[in-house]
């Protein structure tokens, strides 16, 4: 088969998709794949995978956004931040579809795979008239995303003569079972295996040198949004305990955060060596931070910014879960911190709730399953492959 894959917009969306397209090219299918910011066709060959370029390199997604004065209002209420969310990605993925259907007019998939706010997918593949498949990349319900991106997208469904976004033929999901809401349509479920940007280790990266060892991370941006002053004082305070802190962080970060945290280990640690590692995870609720947590069956402090409907969602069913504890981003520059961390490693039924997570991501199937059941789809669809 030839295989499409619209990864998104960020390191981590292009992650989640690397366990997928990594067994597809094990089985001996053609993989390509795309992202809807430029400066990410880098990522995606860091993990081994074809990139292709379908977005303009002297155009930013802030000016994309900007060339329609609705999309620069950022409402305070969580419920209509997401949903004008939806808004924004609908509009970064539509400026795509020119060069995609530039692209697939030289190279014809035989099924389109998007993440979940990649919105030019199902337009795509209606258009070729091949299967989509939709890939989950975290515990988030997009149901207000998807609102949001359907009214953005009005023009360019009418042109495919729908009035609403193609439903997938296809939905992957990589919930944990016991977490998913009880209104989720039916999905082919499938195990959660980290994808992130790998390097040459140091031994203090996959080894602890204390009883309780400690993670701390915001994400890869700290350089880029100038974080460094949240993440310091969140390592300050974890560092009052007894115990190790690490701290991964983005190369372009670590100049800065070396100069003022003397006594942290810090560096690009891919979070896939560092959690096995860690007691803890403290962490601002990203999903793929968060499902690399759990399938380590690493408890976590989430610290999610109030105004992000996504991230305070995810965070309250892991703590309904049991498997960790949330903060304010105030609580944060406080002793509370430390309190919150020592709290679940003194208290052994995080750790259990974490664990019993795991175990149930570790028994979903395999990508390379999944790789068969996509290999059927194709095969069924009407003029699919008969190979």
């Not at 944990?176 to 989720?184: K, T």
Request: contains cysteine.
């Amino acid at each position: 088969m030839r295989v499409l894959i619209l990864a998104g917009i960020a390191p981590s969306t292009i992650f989640s998709h690397v366990p997928l397209g990594t067994a597809l090219r094990n089985a001996g299918h053609q993989v390509m794949m795309t992202a809807s910011l430029d400066d990410l066709v880098p990522t995606i060959a860091g993990v081994g995978l074809s990139a292709v370029r379908v977005t303009d390199p002297g155009v930013s997604p802030r000016e994309i956004i900007a060339r329609d004065s609705r999309l620069l209002h950022v409402p305070e209420d969580p419920i209509a931040r997401e949903q004008q969310s939806g808004h924004w990605y609908a509009r970064l993925e539509a400026v795509t579809l020119d060069a995609l259907l530039a692209f697939t007019g030289d190279w014809r998939p035989d099924v389109v795979i998007g993440g979940m706010a990649s919105y030019a997918a199902p337009l795509l593949a209606k258009r070729l008239g091949v299967p989509y498949v939709r890939h989950g990349w975290d515990i988030h319900d997009p149901q207000l995303l998807d609102l949001g991106a359907a009214e953005e997208l009005q023009p360019e469904l009418a042109e495919l003569g729908l009035d609403g976004l193609p439903e997938p033929d296809m939905m992957i999901d990589i919930t944990p079972p016991s977490l998913r809401p009880p209104h989720a349509a039916p999905a082919q479920m499938m195990r959660w295996i980290p994808g992130n940007t790998q390097r040459c280790l140091e031994p203090w990266m996959y080894t602890r040198s204390a009883e309780t060892r400690i993670g701390v991370t915001i994400g890869t941006g700290v350089a880029t949004y100038h974080q460094y002053d949240f993440l310091q004082a969140i390592v300050e305070n974890v560092s009052t305990l007894d115990a190790e802190v690490v701290v991964p962080v983005a190369e372009d970060a670590l100049p800065v955060l070396q100069e003022r945290l003397k006594n942290v280990r810090a560096g690009w640690v891919p979070l896939d060596v560092l959690a096995p590692t860690c007691d803890v995870l403290v962490h601002q609720s990203g999903g793929s931070t968060m499902m690399t947590a759990l399938s380590f069956g690493v408890p976590q402090v989430l610290i999610p910014d109030p105004n992000l409907y996504r991230a305070n969602e995810m965070a309250r069913r892991i703590v309904e879960a049991g498997a960790g504890l949330v903060l304010l981003p105030e609580e944060a520059t406080s002793d509370t911190i430390a309190k919150t961390c020592q709290e679940i490693v003194s208290n052994p039924a995080y750790a259990a709730a974490a664990g019993a997570l795991a175990r149930e991501i570790a028994a979903l199937p395999l990508p390379s399953e999944v790789v068969r059941r996509v290999e059927w789809l194709v095969h069924e669809a009407p003029g699919g492959r008969s190979d």
